[in-house]
């Protein structure tokens, strides 16, 4: 049923709340498990009033970012793969909805598994939620578990 499941994360604990549901998953289904984080670049104003500069800046901490992005992944690889899952890892850049549904059709997964973060209110408008994002979006099934406060 499920050959190929995108596991969206974000470096935090509650986002890994959906792997013990993956590990389950990909094990009665034999299915790979693609682990995805999405980096996005950030406007940085340091004050320099050179273009160059600043622009300097903000590449050196996407490079960052994304290097911690994949000590991150890799990790979490490392634990699925004790559990005799088929892992693979990418790293995106962007925005984290366009991120997941963009890897969803590259990869052709059957399923996205992912941990919400319950944000309500206030914090859902200025946050936004990626969880809603993807349901609005995506056209495969979902899988979603709240995660509560860790």
Aim: charged content about 25%; hydrophobic content about 45%; cysteine-free.
């Amino acid at each position: 049923m499920y050959g190929t499941i995108l596991v969206p994360l974000d470096g935090s604990e509650r986002a890994e709340v959906i792997l013990s549901h993956v590990i389950e998953l990909a094990k009665k289904f034999s299915a790979k498990v693609i682990l995805l984080e999405s980096v996005e670049q950030k406007l940085i104003y340091t004050g320099d009033l050179e273009i160059s500069a600043t622009a300097a800046k903000a590449d050196a901490e996407l490079a960052k970012q994304t290097q911690n992005a994949e000590s991150y992944v890799k990790g979490v690889k490392e634990k699925l793969e004790k559990q005799n899952i088929q892992v693979t890892t990418r790293i995106m850049q962007g925005p984290p909805v366009e991120a997941i549904i963009a890897m969803a059709k590259q990869e052709n997964a059957d399923l996205i598994a992912m941990a919400s973060h319950g944000r309500s209110g206030l914090g859902r408008v200025f946050y936004g939620s990626v969880a809603a994002g993807i349901l609005q979006r995506v056209d495969r099934p979902l899988l979603i578990i709240r995660s509560s406060d860790l």
